[in-house]
């Protein structure tokens, strides 16, 4: 029982780079989240998915696309990193309310 | 979070109860969640509450919820050692399915 899966674990980026984040959840879960934590900040949520076809822009959507590819998988792409992208990046998933978010073991980015 | 508000630090000895404070704004929002983050990990639920609650206990946590003003809280009773960890509050806004977290509170437990 993998849960959610996230890779990479670190990655680090030039400026300019483009990189996408892969995440794979195996408990049939209709939503999937991401999220980016930087200190004091807590999480902010970047992009959801509330079901497979659809995605919907979060708190801080700018420099990030998303796929939801199919129910199992969601990714985060940095077309263009730039430092300010430098955070640990968790994915997510839920089922019905009420139930817990399961997440990933996070990515640690850095942008240099 | 943009949404919900929560006190970066609370410091308390061994023993002690521990009480985290969480505002939120939503109204609509249904579910309220405590998750806790140790070093280097990811998040991990401690308890959730339906908001037609007031109150719910679970072992040594207890949530309380004050609907009309948007404020939530978590006692952990006799904390020790390993409790000292990031409580983070967040609701779920069931109208858009989001979850948005508050930034966190950072517990310190002194032996």
């Known amino acids: 029982n993998a849960g959610v899966t996230q890779t990479p674990k670190f990655q680090v980026l030039k400026t300019g780079q483009s990189m996408t984040l892969q995440c794979a959840q195996d408990m049939n879960h209709n939503s999937m989240y991401w999220y980016r934590q930087d200190p004091g900040m807590g999480l902010r949520l970047i992009y959801y998915s509330a079901s497979e076809g659809t995605t919907d822009k979060g708190e801080v959507p700018n420099g990030y696309n998303v796929s939801r590819l199919n129910k199992r998988e969601f990714s985060l792409r940095l077309e263009s990193a730039a430092p300010s992208q430098t955070s640990v990046y968790f994915c997510?998933?839920?089922?019905?309310?009420?139930?817990?978010?399961?997440f990933g073991q996070g990515t640690r980015l850095t942008v240099v | 979070g943009e949404d919900v508000e929560q006190s970066l630090f609370l410091s308390v000895r061994e023993g002690d109860s521990s009480v985290i404070n969480c505002t939120y704004t939503?109204?609509?929002?249904?579910?309220l969640y405590w998750y806790k983050q140790e070093p280097g990990a990811g998040l991990q639920l401690l308890t959730y509450i339906f908001s037609n609650m007031d109150m719910k206990q679970d072992q040594r946590l207890t949530v309380l919820l004050n609907k009309k003003d948007k404020h939530l809280s978590l006692r952990i009773a006799d904390t020790q050692t390993g409790d000292s960890a990031i409580y983070f509050c967040a609701e779920r806004k069931t109208s858009y399915d989001k979850v948005i977290f508050g930034p966190g509170t950072s517990l310190s437990v002194i032996p």
């Open positions: 939503d109204s609509s929002s249904t579910y």
């Open positions: 997510a998933s839920m089922g019905t309310p009420g139930t817990e978010a399961f």
